[in-house]
């Protein structure tokens, strides 16, 4: 079984920052990448950036220049740093995780709960 918890989300005022964390926990033997996503109603939760192991990060182009993640591979936690945020980036925002399970090593994934970000014009 594996764990996620976020934390970090909250109301903010345009051009203001919010930093996310996403703790994992669990039968966790080793972790291939980290995410966030993000997810407005009646839309596709999309991909906002996303950290592998060897710390290659991907930020959307919708974000780039603003956001930045990052992961503390020693506590198994990844965090979305958002800066000059706008409006159009309130959304719901989930954690995801690929990793292998331990004693099986069998590719496992999981999300998050959800964290909501507001941004107010």
């Known amino acids: 079984q594996v764990q996620l918890v976020e934390s970090g989300g909250g109301l903010v005022q345009a051009g203001g920052s919010l930093r996310l964390s996403c703790a994992a926990s669990?039968?966790?033997?080793?972790?291939?990448?980290m995410a966030w996503y993000r997810q407005t109603p009646g839309k596709q939760r999309e991909l906002v950036a996303k950290?592998?192991?060897?710390?290659?990060?991907n930020v959307a182009d919708s974000v780039k220049g603003r956001f930045t993640i990052s992961r503390d591979n020693a506590k198994n936690t990844v965090y979305l740093q958002m800066n000059s945020l706008k409006p159009e980036d309130t959304a719901v925002y989930y954690c995801?995780?690929?990793?292998?399970?331990?004693?099986?090593?069998?590719?496992?994934?999981?999300w998050g709960q959800g964290t909501q970000v507001t941004v107010s014009s």
């Open positions: 995801y995780l690929e990793a292998r399970r331990t004693v099986t090593m069998t590719l496992i994934t999981a």
């Open positions: 669990g039968s966790i033997f080793s972790i291939n990448s």
């Open positions: 950290i592998t192991s060897g710390s290659n990060a």
